[in-house]
C-alpha cells in the first residue's frame, strides 16, 4: 500500500512538471546569444533590445508556428530592465522590424509594435540610475 502511495506521488509530481515545461514562458531566457539589433532613444537614457524566441518546448513551437517568435526588453542606461511585455508576448519579424520609435515630445515614451498594432509606454527610469 505504501509503495502504491509513493508511485502516485511521483507520478503526480512528475506530471506537474511535464505540464509546466510544456507551457513555460518562451520570453524568460535571453541574452547576446538570441540578441538581434538594438535601438537607442536619444539622449542614450534608454535601450531597446529585440529578442528572438528559441523553440524548446510545445509552447515555442506554437509561438514560431504562429509567426510570433520575437519579443523585446527596455534597458535604461544602467543597463537595468524597465520594461518587458509578459511572459507570453510575441511578435512577427516583419513587426519588430517595423520600428521601435521613441516620442519626439516626451523623451520618456516609447512606440513598440504589435501584432495588433502599435503600443505605448512611458518609461521610468530605475532608482539610482538618473537620466
Known sequence: MKLMKNKL???IIVLVFVVIYLIFPTTVFYG???KLFENVSPGNS???AVYKIG???????YKYMNNEDYFFVVYDKCANVVFKPSLWFGASQSVV???FNFSKRNRNELFFPTNEGVDSIELVSTPGCSL
Not at 523553440?55 to 513551437?61: A, D, E, K
Open 46 to 48: 534608454f535601450k531597446v
Open 32 to 34: 547576446e546569444y538570441n
Open 97 to 99: 522590424y517595423g520600428g
Open 55 to 61: 523553440v524548446y518546448n510545445i509552447y515555442s513551437l
Open 9 to 11: 506521488q511521483t507520478r
